[in-house]
């Protein structure tokens, strides 16, 4: 399936538009089914990073309650944060910022338009930079300039973004059953179109001493059940951890296997290598398929 970007709904109307408003209580349950909170949780391991960044920033943050809801995972690990909430339209509600307050943060909501933002001189780093549901609308060519942006501006970067696959096609045409309305149900389905699949994301982020992480290579042995039963590996055999220290300059732009991450844990041995801005330092990066509907992406600034 082809990645083909369509303007959303959601992105054309006014803030307080009564489709608007709907479409951002659907986002909060979606959110909720698919548990993306979670996953970028899980992505960003609060308990082994300390001490605790100083500043986060979401970039298309919407009305800040997914953030609230990143934040009661981060919380009992991360203390005193400051947040800085990113969003071209103005849909922050004060529920996220008394729901921060109470965990102890401190909270900013911006609107402005990402790339506008992304461009100001730095006032120091953000730490960590986070955006959920929010990739998926710009075109490669945008991505590219922003992921250039964004890895001048901080350290940790992960995301969780829409899935693209039939399957998942298929259940964004069923968002109505629960309760989605008009605007939900039409940027739903554009959404997975747009979505990401195998190491697009990887392929997309700067260059200049990126690598990929082969923490999640897949064992090509087979497991000692396969073995006994004379098979080979099988879809849920053991995932092997491995490191790769090495960096292997590569042709540019690297051609890209279909297959790569395709459902299979597998990853390219070597580092995409994108046109952009250059990044700064070395970055570790990871491209993974997240609980069947995501797409999860994390680059790490190597120390
Ligand atoms: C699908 S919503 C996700 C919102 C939020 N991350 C969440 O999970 O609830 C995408 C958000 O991106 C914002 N957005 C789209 N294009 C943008 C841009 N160029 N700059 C800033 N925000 C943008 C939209 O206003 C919208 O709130």
């Avoid at 944060?81 to 401190?106: H, M, S």
């Avoid at 006994?228 to 099988?234: N, T």
Wanted: net charge neutral; glycine share 8%.
């Amino acid at each position: 399936m082809k990645r083909t970007v369509e303007t959303e709904w959601l992105d054309e109307l006014p803030a307080n538009d009564p489709g608007a408003l709907g479409s951002r209580r659907d986002i909060r349950r979606l959110n909720w089914v698919m548990g993306n909170a979670g996953i970028l949780h899980r992505l960003l391991r609060p308990e082994s990073r300390q001490p605790a960044p100083k500043r986060i920033v979401e970039l298309g943050a919407g009305d800040g309650l997914f953030m609230l809801e990143l934040a009661k995972y981060l919380a009992p690990s991360w203390k005193n944060i400051e947040v800085v909430l990113v969003d071209g339209k103005p849909a922050f509600i004060e529920e996220a910022r008394c729901g921060l307050n109470a965990l102890g943060w401190t909270v900013e909501a911006v609107v402005a338009d990402v790339f506008d933002w992304l461009k100001q001189p730095a006032d120091g780093l953000a730490d960590v930079m986070v955006a959920n549901l929010f990739l998926h609308q710009f075109s490669d060519e945008q991505l590219t300039k922003m992921l250039g942006l964004v890895s001048a501006r901080t350290k940790l970067f992960a995301a969780c973004e829409p899935r693209r696959g039939l399957s998942n096609l298929f259940m964004s045409h069923t968002v109505g059953l629960i309760g989605c309305n008009a605007v939900s149900r039409h940027d739903a389905p554009v959404s997975v179109h747009a979505g990401f699949t195998g190491q697009e994301l990887c392929a997309l982020w700067p260059a200049n001493g990126a690598r990929l992480d082969t923490r999640t290579k897949r064992e090509s042995s087979p497991s000692p059940r396969e073995e006994r039963a004379g098979r080979g590996p099988g879809r849920g055999a053991a995932l092997k951890h491995t490191k790769d220290d090495t960096i292997t300059p590569l042709p540019n732009p690297l051609p890209i296997n279909p297959s790569w991450g395709e459902g299979t844990g597998l990853q390219p041995p070597l580092v995409p290598v994108s046109t952009c801005a250059p990044a700064i330092g070395n970055w570790r990066l990871r491209e993974r398929p997240a609980q069947f509907f995501n797409q999860t992406f994390l680059a790490e600034r190597e120390a």
